[in-house]
């Protein structure tokens, strides 16, 4: 009897594993993205220079309409005043700072660190300074930028955009 029972068992644990080692085997191989450098491509340089370029008009117009527009309908925006997801958020998350502190001036560097396609997305990081009244007076603010941009109808949109500032250096004893 227990030897028969044993037979079953072994014959069940068989009879799965089999087919759970087959799909293993005929697990297709990761897929490796295929990458591209697009500094080396004017036309390409130029359409993500114009999609910055009305970045930059939006913010200058402190217009979170004209900003959002410029995002896909599942866009994400990463600030040091937290994550913001969808259109609605980035909008009121904007519409928000442009209240508290109105930019005066703001330029995202045209000279990019990066600019990358990875199959039908694409990549970028670079720098952006920007001018604004702050509660006390004009302050200025510096710092890096990220995205990633896929194409939505005939347009490169932001799907990602995490802004980050400058650190700022520690103050010293003479500056307390």
């Known amino acids: 009897m227990k030897t028969r029972l044993l037979g079953a068992l ?8 089999a087919p759970a080692f087959a799909q293993q085997k005929g697990r297709a191989e990761p897929r490796i993205a295929q990458e591209r450098d697009l500094l080396r491509f004017p036309d390409e340089l130029a359409e993500f220079d114009a999609l ?15 900003v ?3 995002f896909t309908e599942d866009g994400v ?6 994550v913001f997801a969808g259109r609605q958020q980035i909008e009121k998350s ?3 700072a442009f209240k508290r502190s109105p930019i005066t001036g703001f330029v995202c560097s045209h000279e990019r660190h990066h600019l990358n396609a990875i199959d039908n997305a694409a990549w970028s990081t670079g720098e952006w300074a920007s001018a604004f009244q702050g509660q006390t007076g004009p302050a200025f603010a510096r710092g890096y930028w990220s995205a990633l941009y896929v194409p939505d109808g ?7 955009l995490t ?5 700022q250096a520690a103050p010293t004893p003479e500056t307390k």
């Not at 910055?52 to 004209?66: C, G, I, R, T």
């Open 10 to 17: 072994v014959g069940l644990a068989i009879g799965f594993a």
């Open 52 to 66: 910055h370029q009305k970045l930059e008009e939006a913010y200058n117009k402190n217009d979170a309409s004209a």
């Open 68 to 70: 959002v527009a410029l």
């Open 77 to 82: 925006l990463v600030t040091a005043d937290g």
């Open 94 to 96: 904007y519409a928000d």
């Open 154 to 160: 005939d347009a490169w949109k932001i799907r990602l």
């Open 163 to 167: 802004l980050t500032g400058y650190p």
